[in-house]
């Protein structure tokens, strides 16, 4: 299995899904008065989920099929490492380190992904 979902994969998928999933929360329980914060994060959010979107396809036709139903489901399984981590340090520090977070966990994402 670690031939085609490699664990580097595998944790940056999981940490890329736990920036996402916190915009997305971010965003849906916005209550900032800052009308150009609230659009940068639904971009930022918006941009990063589509681009999850393409790295799945992208992983299944270059490495093999089933993979990225492995990546969804275990990064379903690791936002209970991300509700611990949000334990530690808050919804809103995960959303904000999300705007430097996801960009470059899907660039490596891309990078690292190995080629049949």
Request: hydrophobic share 55%; with cysteine.
């Amino acid at each position: 299995m670690f031939e085609t979902l490699p664990l580097e994969i595998i944790l940056l998928y999981s940490i890329f899904k736990l920036f996402i999933f916190y915009q997305q929360l971010h965003f849906k329980n916005f209550q900032g008065a800052s009308k150009l914060f609230e659009g940068i994060l639904g971009f930022s959010m918006g941009i990063g989920s589509i681009g999850g979107i393409v790295f799945l396809f992208y992983y299944g036709f270059n490495v093999v099929w089933w993979a990225p139903f492995a990546l969804f489901a275990i990064g379903m399984i690791f936002q209970i490492v991300g509700n611990f981590i949000e334990s530690l340090v808050g919804k809103f520090t995960l959303s904000i380190a999300g705007f430097i977070g996801w960009p470059i966990c899907l660039y490596f994402l891309f990078y690292l992904t190995p080629i049949k």
